[in-house]
T-cell receptor, first 115, second 112 residues
Framework: GAGVSQSPSNKVTEKGKDVELRCDPISGHTALYWYRQSLGQGLEFLIYFQGNSAPDKSGLPSDRFSAERTGGSVSTLTIQRTQQEDSAVYLC?????????????FGPGTRLTVT | KQEVTQIPAALSVPEGENLVLNCSFTDSAIYNLQWFRQDPGKGLTSLLLIQSSQREQTSGRLNASLDKSSGRSTLYIAASQPGDSATYLCAVSDSGGFKTIFGAGTRLFVKA
């Protein structure tokens, strides 16, 4: 079946502009996660959504970052007033309770470049 | 605050060697531990997931172990192949099962 999809695959924006990154999780997956991977670094947790519970936003680096998940499916990560340090690959993952654990499945990522 | 460390940061081995990648974490109150593979410019592929109550998981030439009390996991790759060349990431989920912290990865190169 279809995996996690993200759009756009690449985004170049000017410093100070707002950007929106989209994630379509695997159908039926109840949990959705956003991560950031800067050049040569590991993944940095940003936020997760699980069902109807309040999202865990503890990883968002500043109040310029926000995320929404509409209808328990598609999610949008918004970065306002982008800065050069926001340049990174933004990865989305989704998971489903398997009866014993939540295994995460990742999308291909959106490469964001702030000039 | 959970911290995940992977050693070594990079590894180059000849084809056919057996090898071990190490992962350590500071907070033993985890829900599960997952090993991923990342190819350049690509997303992550899940390799093995070990629940906190388990000691090991195996898939083909891969075997992952977990010692939760000591905060350690190892990924054993048997009879390495050039196609195994990639970055291997270790990730632990907190006791709630969702918030996941990743290590910086081990970059593996298997020479033909």
């Amino acid at each position: 079946g279809a995996g996690v999809s993200q759009s756009p695959s690449n985004k170049v924006t000017e410093k100070g502009k707002d950007v929106e990154l989209r994630c379509d999780p695997i159908s039926g997956h109840t949990a959705l996660y956003w991560y950031r991977q800067s050049l040569g670094q590991g993944l940095e947790f940003l936020i997760y959504f699980q069902g109807n519970s309040a999202p865990d936003k503890s990883g968002l680096p500043s109040d310029r970052f926000s995320a929404e998940r509409t209808g328990g499916s598609v999610s949008t990560l918004t970065i306002q007033r982008t800065q050069q340090e926001d340049s990174a690959v933004y990865l989305c993952a989704s998971s489903l309770w398997t009866g014993s654990s939540y295994e995460q499945y990742f999308g291909p990522g959106t490469r964001l470049t702030v000039t | 605050k959970q911290e995940v460390t992977q050693i070594p940061a990079a590894l180059s081995v000849p084809e056919g060697e057996n090898l071990v990648l190490n992962c350590s974490f500071t907070d033993s109150a985890i829900y599960n531990l997952q090993w991923f593979r990342q190819d350049p410019g690509k997303g992550l592929t899940s390799l093995l997931l070990i629940q906190s109550s388990q000691r090991e998981q195996t898939s083909g030439r891969l075997n992952a172990s977990l010692d939760k009390s000591s905060g350690r996991s190892t990924l054993y790759i048997a009879a390495s192949q050039p196609g195994d060349s990639a970055t291997y990431l270790c990730a632990v989920s907190d006791s709630g099962g969702f918030k996941t912290i990743f290590g910086a990865g081990t970059r593996l190169f298997v020479k033909a």
